[in-house]
């Protein structure tokens, strides 16, 4: 352990001697950047950027470009960063994390890595933990980055699309860590390349990086779509139209469990609907609706393959073990298509449209450093799962804070006591007094103990708004007290007032100790800083929510035999603080585990949201005829529905294929059994793909100008797999839930997530590209259609589609004999003749 303990020591040491080394050089440029005009100053960004652009790397511009930013600060702000934030800037440009003392100005810091990044020209983020930080932080240093030539953008939640485009398209970005999450996943979910905000993610600098990758990594971003309230009503409509047709309006492979209408049935949703055409691309969801009803009533069985509960729930049977499965639900709609069926309560749709957690966020950045004053704790962590190392800086001034040894108390109330009496007296004598809680409620109840007291304080909860950092920063004049929770106002420097460094400084007390260390050395840094004096003092309890869990049973012992029945008895010992981190050490380690459980399931998901966004957004940005990629998706549906048919009895399997063409690829009557009778199965696949190729070439016809065609297929493909998408997303979110319980069962749950996911996004892709071939074989693309396919088209465009739509015609002139139902009306509508002048025939 000593050996492990010497060698990381050493290597910090050796780290700082390298930085000292590089800090030098930067410091060699001073006197050279001092002498220059303010219009040379400025004039070295071009100047950096030209020789960037040339072959110099980022790493050989750091001492001049450094140089250049401290010079500048000096200027526009008046502050000159120190050695040791020379140090830190550097750290930071490596991508790794300096562990930085509260008070040490990570914020001036922070200005050279930002620059010397920024010169590259894609983008550099700079992350802070709420709102009124990234605004402060943009006002303040941004004036320094403007003056030098580069543009500085604030990213808000309340910014428009087109807002935060600008901001994003600015050389440095401010926002919070959750609203560039959220906008990545928006990003990935808007129809047209010109709504995207980001920029590829480049390098990203977090503030408070413990605060944003640590404590919250264990609640991912989600991004819920919402769920019509007439979902439910679609729902009993579908299942009430599905109850109203006969067999032949249907075509049923039972082996296979799929079903379609047949063209017969297809008129009759159109009637039923009042449609026009049931495949047009704006009936996509309600097509959905009608399959799901279909299979719910003709292949779904009673007491088969669900069961109707005494709740009047249903709850689906296992078919392996013949029971019933409580909380699972088929996906994709089908459970509530059988709700409907049933006529019990159809419970409402949840859906997940995107999420994503930070730690997955973050790691896609191609570079990430943060800045903290306490991370050391969870330097594991941040090298397994970030790949970045903690390198402690040493402090400007040294510290010179008293921490003194925790007071243990019997009981809550007997340490309140203490705790009141010694605010009471700091105030009396004028010394302010910070009180850091864990919990609201906690500062709620020494708030009113004060008042009872006669103390006047400020109170504040961690909503982060400005009114409370402003608060935090008086927090440290004369006779102030501030009750806080241990995160609130993270981010701001309590700086002292008049008189108030004779009196001790800052004291900070802390009403309980944290489940993380970290939190409680961010509460202990509050005070004591750039070599001000100061003090901590903890006070717990054997009652404390930490010492109920994980204290020890020697410590309870003992203390119940020196109280001997008196409440305010106090211990105060070295072994006890190290008793208290121990259970702190444990509680770590659990927190860990659990988000390291959470990456390992979200890694599983993170693989197949990298493949789907990165063919969306090939699909968005495409300018070309995505023809090959559609016609590659209708050969492989052809391919894989052969293949899964040509197992079964020959007879059954040309029957089910034959169906298949018929519902999904071409016109039912054009079809017949005689046509691929005979052939083997890939004569088949090559007969089936000629025939869809002619169908499909048929409907690109109908779109005659080039860009209404691209629209046509981006719009296409993109509806189908954002569907499937969102309901493959809501499919693991279930399947997580179940494999926990096949722990249970010697396996691991982890492993059985990866195998069965893997599985659903194959069979996800299947269903993508099958109804993509499904609604681009049968969709009726008329002059509306190519109108909305090329509403981005050029102005000539849309002229020549409006000059094709057809004039009215006299119907007496028109001669109907001899049409066939699948037919283009002799009218000139550009529908079939069944949905026009055929309709009443039918």
Known sequence: MANILRTVIENDKGELRKLEKLAKKVEAYADEMAALTDEELQAKTPEFKERYQKGETLDQLLPEAFAVVREASKRVLGLYPYHVQIMGGIVLHNGDVPEMR????????????????????????????????????????????????????????????????EAYNCDITYSTNSEVGFDYLRDNMVVRAEDMVQRPLNFALVDEVDSVLIDEARTPLIVSGAVSSETSQLYVRADMFVKTLESTDYIIDVPTKTIGLSDYGIDKAEEYFHLENLYDLENVALTHYIDNALRANFIMLLDIDYVVSEEQEILIVDQFTGRTMPGRRFSDGLHQAIEAKEGVRIQEESKTSASITYQNMFRMYKKLAGMTGTAKTEEEEFREVYNMRIIPIPTNRPVIRIDNTDLLYPTLEAKFRAVIADVKERYEKGQPVLVGTVAVETSDLISKKLVEAGVPHEVLNAKNHFKEAQIIMNAGQRGAVTIATNMAGRGTDIKLGEGVRELGGLCVIGTERHESRRIDNQLRGRSGRQGDPGESQFYLSLEDDLMRRFGSDRIKVFMERLSDGEEDVVIKSRMLTKQVEGAQKRVEGNNYDTRKQVLQYDDVMREQREIIYAERRDVITADRDLGPEIKAMIKRTIDRTVDAHSRSEHTEALEAILNFAKTNLVAEDSIQLSDIEGLKFDEIKDYLYDRALAVYDNQMSKLRDEQAVREFQKVLILMVVDNKWTDHIDALDQLRQAVGLRGYAQNNPVVEYQSEGFRMFQDMVGAIEFDVTRTMMKAQIHERERERASHHATTTAEKNITAKAPTSVNKEKIDFSGVERNDLCPCGSGKKFKNCHGRRQF
């Open 102 to 165: 509260t008070g040490e100005g990570k914020t001036l810091t922070a200005t050279m890595p930002v620059y010397l990044n920024a010169l590259a020209g894609e983008g550099v983020h700079v992350i802070t933990v709420n709102e009124y930080l990234s605004t402060r932080d943009a006002t303040e240093m941004g004036e320094v980055y403007s003056w030098l030539g580069l543009s500085v953008g604030i990213n808000l939640a309340a910014k428009s699309p087109s807002e935060k485009r």
